[in-house]
């Protein structure tokens, strides 16, 4: 009987060798969970408000990039960028949503323009680019983030 117990002691305490398992680090934790975040994509995009009730976020983000191009093309519409630049046909815009939900606007010209004048349009943009609409900014891990896009924005000419 003592040889049985002794032996179901042992076996007790050498087993419980088998359930003792190392506990991750934090920094083992923390560099799995970078290693898995997709640094190139936003979970949720940014978007206005007449855009937040699509549900489906294919089409949300459709609407908002629509909206952020009309909003542009009119606000450059009745500027004099068709009259001081008539074969000027397409501007590309970059476009940054910040996290505090504000805007900046910068053109993007080829590297080697000269037709243009660059610093006329870009001040023309800056200025008529202001009091534009609320936009609410990218979310990323449920942090809001800056993103970047560039629109091609067509300048109409009036005829």
């Excluded at 398992?21 to 995009?45: A, G, T």
């Excluded at 009730?53 to 191009?69: G, M, P, V, W, Y």
Aim: charged share 25%.
């Amino acid at each position: 009987m003592k040889k049985i117990t002794f032996y179901i002691l042992l076996l007790s305490v050498v087993s419980c060798q088998y359930f003792d398992k190392q506990v991750p680090s934090e920094q083992e934790l923390l560099n799995k969970q970078m290693k898995e975040i997709n640094w190139k994509e936003v979970d949720e995009y940014p978007s206005v408000a007449d855009c937040e009730a699509i549900s489906d976020e294919t089409l949300r983000k459709q609407c908002f990039f629509e909206f952020l191009t009309s909003a542009i093309q009119q606000k450059l519409c009745v500027d004099s960028l068709s009259v001081l630049f008539p074969k000027l046909d397409t501007l590309a815009v970059r476009v940054s949503v910040n996290p505090d939900a504000t805007m900046q606007f910068e053109p993007k010209f080829p590297i080697d323009t000269v037709a243009y004048d660059t610093i006329k349009i870009d001040s023309i943009i800056r200025l008529k680019l202001v009091d534009f609409p609320k936009v609410n900014p990218a979310i990323k891990r449920g942090i809001p983030v800056k993103t970047q896009f560039v629109l091609p924005i067509i300048i109409k000419t009036k005829k």
